[in-house]
């Protein structure tokens, strides 16, 4: 797997479908290590859904269990913590589950924070 950058966080329209599938089938029980190759894909794939999430203005409220996993999906997303070709097929299949634990955790984070915002944009509106 050739290295990549942490994709750019600029804002984009978050597909919680097509993330929850990802995280889904990152997270699946196996009884064996499925192919590099997949992995490979599906790591570059969760890779892009996190930093698209953390990139979101909805983070701009701050509490400290926000702040911890954002510093989590960070560190997971520095190119030094991305497996490379000569990472053994274990650390990586490991690596990418635990991009989709953070994933995850941040899908369900952001789902909440949009379900405030939204009330918060609708009470605005109802007093105009």
């Given at each position: 797997m050739t290295k990549q950058s942490i994709p750019s966080s600029q804002p984009y329209a978050v597909d919680l479908t097509t993330i929850s599938h990802t995280v889904n089938q990152a997270l699946e029980l196996r009884l064996s290590l499925p192919e590099r190759e997949w992995t490979d894909r599906t790591t570059l794939k969760l890779r892009g859904h996190l930093a698209t999430l953390i990139g979101d203005d909805i983070w701009s409220i701050e509490t400290?269990?926000?702040?911890?996993?954002?510093?989590?999906?960070?560190?997971?997303?520095?190119?030094?913590?991305?497996?490379?070709?000569?990472?053994?097929?274990?650390?990586?299949?490991?690596?990418?589950?635990?991009?989709?634990?953070?994933?995850?955790?941040?899908v369900a984070v952001y789902r909440l924070?949009?379900?405030?915002?939204?009330?918060?944009?609708?009470a605005a509106e109802g007093e105009r």
């Open positions: 400290p269990q926000s702040r911890a996993l954002i510093k989590e999906a960070h560190a997971l997303l520095r190119d030094a913590a991305q497996p490379t070709e000569a990472t053994p097929p274990g650390f990586a299949y490991d690596y990418m589950r635990s991009l989709a634990l953070a994933t995850r955790t941040t924070r949009q379900v405030n915002r939204d009330k918060k944009s609708r």
